[in-house]
């Protein structure tokens, strides 16, 4: 996929990026971009190096090689802008079940300077959009995986962000629950623009919700575009079967040191 001529129309833009983890390549000179309020499903099985990806994108790794920027802004040498830019939701829950709801929101919003003339109006605009107004005050500890996971989105947009990153946002969930997230997420793509790149397992939401898709598989880009275009040009009827055509029906292992990398992570988005 090559890089788009009009750079100031995409939000994302990645050229030739590559990750190496010793002997092992897991992100091998992919190109992409992601047009400024676009909805961008970014699909490959286990290990095809998605998760790696966005932790080059989000800052939280250094490429081998190759260039990127987000909202303008390049990971490796404007970490600060690039953070302050985007919000991201990791596929493992990172919220403090020993606060509250409030809680919770206004030590993110400290952490991401939002001024305190705005703070608390925020807060409860989000809280209500994602329809948690009414249980600010509960801890955290008490709420189910899908109440979780709406905090974690509002979170993940205090400090208005241009790009929201999401990491299997609904993994584990059931499908009410997923059909209501990504509702508030379409909702929030078309009211302010907002840019949005997922992953997920659900071929069938990626169908539902995404303007593009990019298919990564053993660390490379293998094709990209529309649900639509994929389905067409694999001669099947869903983006699932059109996915199983193009990565095979071969169970994955998963990618290799997402367990050590998921660890810094953490450290890293705690300090």
């Known amino acids: 996929m090559s890089q788009p ?24 000179n992919i190109s992409f971009s992601v047009k400024r309020g676009e909805t961008f499903a970014f699909l490959g099985p286990n290990g095809a190096g998605k998760t790696t990806t966005i932790k080059m994108l989000t800052t939280l790794l250094r490429p081998t090689s190759g260039t990127m920027l987000v909202n303008g802004y390049d990971p490796i040498n404007d970490q600060d802008a690039v953070r302050r830019s985007f919000g991201i939701v990791f596929q493992d829950p990172s919220l403090d079940d020993e606060l509250t709801v409030y809680e919770n929101m206004e030590f993110h919003g400290v952490l991401y300077k939002v001024p305190d003339k705005i703070l608390k109006q925020r807060i409860e605009e989000l809280l209500n959009f994602v329809e948690l ?18 905090l974690e989105i509002a979170r993940g947009l205090l400090h208005t962000p241009k790009v929201l990153f999401l990491d299997e946002p609904t993994i584990g969930l059931d499908p009410q629950t997923r059909n209501h997230i990504w509702k508030y997420l379409k909702d929030l793509n078309s009211t302010e623009d907002i840019t949005v790149l997922f992953t997920t397992h659900y071929m069938d939401e990626a169908e539902r919700v995404a303007d593009s898709v990019a298919i990564i598989d053993h660390g490379r880009i293998i094709t990209g575009g529309s649900p639509a275009e994929l389905k067409k040009t694999t001669n099947t009827n869903s983006l699932e079967e059109a996915f199983l055509s193009l990565t095979g029906k071969k169970i994955r292992e998963e990618e290799a040191g997402s367990i050590d990398q998921m660890r810094m992570n953490r450290r890293m988005w705690s300090r």
């Open 133 to 150: 107004l009414d249980r600010k005050n509960d801890l955290v500890k008490h709420f189910s995986g899908g109440m979780k996971r709406r």
């Open 5 to 28: 001529k009009n750079q100031e129309n995409y939000a994302i833009q990645v050229q030739g990026l590559t990750k190496k983890f010793g002997s092992f390549t897991a992100v091998d």
